[in-house]
């Protein structure tokens, strides 16, 4: 079993099956009729609609919204795509990711230290993280920022704050796989953008219970692999209880 989040305060969201996750070789794919023609890229870069009644669907689904709490009555889980890593990027991005793992397992004495972690934004920064990988650094939509890196969430609920709506009404939220190695901690407000020293891979806000990592810029497309592509819709509702949070 493997869990979002390592502290039990944090919201977080639990995985049963870690292998399932880490297959990207199933053919499910709803019918092309149920894509909205703005996710037509997606599709393009390897994206495979889920079904619902899907395992991975419906475990995605239901640990997302078990981890969003109260919250999770004023959201709706609209549709779950997975990456399939079918197109030569993506083979290549797949590959790149194991060998960097490896790496980490090897300089770390045997735990590379992979997590899972949410990363929302706007859908126009998604799909560009799909088709060509992370290529900017911006200050996190919601929070502090911690340094000058890529920041993301083992708590989904704080994923959720970072998505922006679409003209759609719709926020994105990409499920990925983390290779942390030794962390640090870093101050809210750091300029930092790179480890101290070789002894550290990456950043954490706090150590027993973190609630944001940071990957580095010269890792971000070695050391992040997204996995799943949630869009949801939230109600008003939510932005008013945010704050139960």
């Given at each position: 079993m493997n869990q979002f989040g390592d502290h039990n305060d944090q919201v977080s969201m639990t995985i049963d099956d870690e292998k399932m996750l880490l297959s990207f070789d199933s053919q499910v794919e709803s019918p092309s009729s149920t894509y909205h023609d703005s996710l037509r890229s997606f599709k393009k870069n390897g994206m495979i609609e889920l079904e619902e009644r899907n395992k991975e669907h419906d475990l995605i689904k239901a640990g997302f919204l078990s981890g969003m709490g109260q919250l999770g009555k004023e959201v709706e889980v609209v549709a779950i795509h997975?990456?399939?890593?079918?197109?030569?990027?993506?083979?290549?991005?797949?590959?790149?990711?194991?060998?960097?793992?490896?790496?980490?397992?090897?300089?770390?004495?045997?735990?590379?230290?992979?997590?899972?972690?949410?990363?929302?934004?706007?859908?126009?920064?998604?799909?560009?993280?799909?088709?060509?990988?992370?290529?900017?650094?911006?200050?996190?939509?919601?929070?502090?920022?911690?340094?000058?890196?890529?920041?993301?969430?083992?708590?989904?609920?704080?994923g959720v704050l970072s998505a922006l709506e679409d003209e759609n009404g719709l926020r994105h939220m990409l499920l990925c796989r983390v290779i942390l190695g030794n962390t640090e901690i870093i101050e809210a407000s750091s300029k930092q953008f790179q480890p101290t020293c070789q002894d550290f891979d990456s950043g954490v806000d706090n150590y027993l219970a973190p609630k944001t990592y940071i990957i580095w810029p010269s890792y971000m497309n070695s050391h992040i692999l997204p996995n799943f592509l949630v869009l949801l819709r939230k109600s008003r509702r939510f932005l008013q209880n945010r704050i139960l949070v």
């Open positions: 997975k990456n399939s890593c079918s197109t030569i990027l993506g083979q290549a991005r797949l590959e790149s990711f194991r060998i960097y793992s490896e790496a980490m397992r090897k300089k770390c004495g045997g735990n590379a230290n992979i997590k899972y972690a949410w990363f929302g934004s706007s859908k126009d920064e998604i799909c560009n993280i799909i088709s060509h990988g992370f290529s900017t650094i911006t200050e996190p939509k919601s929070g502090e920022c911690f340094g000058m890196g890529v920041h993301l969430y083992p708590a989904n609920i704080h």
